[in-house]
Nanobody, 125 residues
Framework: QVHAVASGGDSVQAGGSLRLTCDASEYGYTSNCMAWFRQAPGKEREGVAAIYPYTGVTYYAAPAKGRFTISHDNAKDTGYLQMNSLKPEDTAMYSC??????????????????WGQGTQVTVSS
């Protein structure tokens, strides 16, 4: 497992966009999946999006489909989450994880356990 650092969170108006960055380069990238999670106050952490960097196959949880795009720069060991059409319910602490997931099924959310430092996203109406 490697530790990844998320950044790019901010406060935005509903309908706005943000691009989050997940940096796993400092620790070396030996995992086969990268995923984004979020946790709102009083709620469980939930998977948002994941990517299998070797093929670019992506996975999205229902709230993210059509609005969020996950990508990964293999040369930089860095992942991104482009979030468009943000809603107040997207307000949460967003974190990322770079981890080896058996079978490369990167949306096996329960397999992740090594979330790095998070970044706060606040969407106001």
């Amino acid at each position: 497992q490697v530790h990844a650092v998320a950044s790019g969170g901010d406060s935005v108006q509903a309908g706005g966009s943000l691009r989050l960055t997940c940096d796993a380069s400092e620790y070396g990238y030996t995992s086969n999946c990268m995923a984004w999670f979020r946790q709102a106050p009083g709620k469980e952490r939930e998977g948002v999006a994941a990517i299998y960097p070797y093929t670019g196959v992506t996975y999205y949880a229902a709230p993210a489909k059509g609005r969020f795009t996950i990508s990964h720069d293999n040369a930089k060991d860095t992942g991104y989450l482009q979030m468009n059409s943000l809603k107040p319910e997207d307000t949460a602490m967003y974190s990322c994880a770079a981890q080896f997931i058996p079978g490369g099924i990167c949306d096996s959310w329960l397999e992740y356990s090594d979330w790095g430092q998070g970044t706060q996203v606040t969407v106001s109406s």
